[in-house]
């Protein structure tokens, strides 16, 4: 079996982060492997094991990545792979994808591995977008991989704590859940043998790949630390200038737009987080005097789509098909692009939940464009849209600016706007149109099978008043015991950021995030969280944040109500040993 791993090469956790416009300052800081590769990695590893073949470790950048291909290759991947490309920091996802699929394609590989996202850019689409461009069959957020023949049965993970298994023709494309394994270490043998092994080196030239840039960061900057970031609205105020709509080609700058707002079912119910772009988009509208459509997919959604049409849109499309009643990324890829080519929206807005990280990328790329994702806000200003996301793990936010003409693809963070704000219709109820969609058994590829939850719930966090959550800050499993006192003299409930999980320091019910579960205790109290925005999406809904951190520059500052910079093992029997004292007074 020929695996071909595509890993990227990130500064390193540690390194300070020097911002110099649009990218930061690389000059003396170290790099590293991207964490999330490395499960990748290692996964390949694994099933060559198993199955025999190659491991190829892909990579692109600068004369400095072929380290972190070293790295690879001492780990135990047969050979490697640079595009060498000094500015490939400037790229778009889809530019930086067609880059690797032109490589990719000059190899007989059965399968190809990516990490979930980078711990720099943070896009999280370049598996999706390689499955678009080299047109295979592809899934995300892997947690599990058997080969059967020509086929694998996957696990994929969901949120909120549930699972489906895929079944998935080879050759195929999956993205890597990070935690999936234990990751290996170099051995001196391994790192002895690496010397040996060949590292092809290719310019992005030589592909003579044809790419027009579909969005630009115009600017990286560290964001205001203030308690308004816990509802964001980066969105300034109207602007008063108006522009001229143009008759043809749409530029991002044009002011007034047809926005279409893409909505999801969650196992027969609404997932809340298609109100809150709802809400997005009836902002941006206001801004630039647009009008919103908004289409709900399945079988058999009548029902929901007449209870859309009472939020204020123009129009409902229900999009319904047979094929649609269970979710897959080819069937939703193939019928939404027959809407959006019906329609001819300028913006498409998604909610940014894994269903559509697993398919609105590639819905983007079959239409040749791109996709911003994971925005917690946009701007209205100087007549165009600027969509604000998070960067390096949240230690940056970005200005990020369509490029081309429409239509354009944004995604919007679970928690970025407020569902309760949401507008009712004026007269009652928006008209609904059925919307025909052509869809063969053929065209789906990747099969869905059974959706299920590997343990019930100990305790259902959703429902506590009161948590005490631990990040990788409590350093061991036998630091575990302090926060649990915490939890019980306060009479709340023990929880953790993945990690804890993943390390098995406490059970998976315990996890709150975007994989775990979805609290709002009215008071939360995280200990040693850093505040990644795959833990900040499941507990930013608390009535009051209490956050403990060492570091003053932790992202979990930036949601709380009440922060304080200390040692977690200096506060935690201090505060302990406070609240026994007034129960017993």
Known sequence: MNIIVCIKQVPAKDAPLAIAGNWIKESDIGFEMNEPDSYALEEALRLKEKHGGEVIALSMGPERVKQTIKEALAKGADRGILIADDNFAQLDPLGS??????????????????????????????????????????????????????????????????????????PAVLSIQSGINKVRYATLKGIMAAKKKEIATMTRESFGIQHEPTQKIEKIYVPTKTKKNRIPHWHSERSGNQARRKTQVRSAGALTMKILVITELRQGKWNSASFETLAAAQQIAADTSSTISAAVIGKGVAAFADELGTKNVAEVLQVEHDLL???????????????????????????HTYQVRDFAPKLAASLGK????????????????????????????????????????????????????????????????RIAVTLTPDQIRTKPLDLFKEAKSAVDLTQAPLIVAIGRGIKAPENIPQAEALAKAIGGEIAASRPICDEGWLPMERQIGSSGQTVAPKLYLALGISGAIQHVVGMKGARTIVAINKDPNAPIFEIADYGVVADIFEIMPALTEALEKAKSA
């Open 97 to 170: 994808a067609k880059a690797l699929a032109s490589a990719i394609k000059k190899e007989k590989a059965d399968l190809v591995l990516t990490g979930l996202q980078s711990d720099d850019h943070g896009f999280g689409q370049t598996g999706v977008l390689l499955a678009a461009l080299l047109d295979r069959p592809h899934a995300t957020i892997i947690m599990a991989i058997d080969v059967e023949g020509d086929k694998m049965k996957l696990k994929r993970e969901l949120e909120a704590g549930w699972f489906q298994h895929l079944e998935c023709p080879l």
């Open 325 to 351: 009643e269970a979710y897959t990324p080819d069937g939703y890829c193939v019928a939404l692009s027959q809407v959006i080519h019906a329609g001819k929206p300028d913006l498409v807005l998604f909610p």
């Open 370 to 433: 791109g996709m911003i994702g994971d925005c917690i806000g946009y701007r209205h200003a100087s007549g165009k849209l600027v969509f604000v996301r998070q960067m390096f793990q949240g230690k940056t936010a970005a200005d990020v600016i369509f490029q081309g003409a429409a239509p354009w693809f944004a995604s919007f963070q679970s928690g970025a706007f407020r569902a309760d704000l949401l507008v009712a219709h004026p007269s009652g109820k928006a008209p609904v149109n």
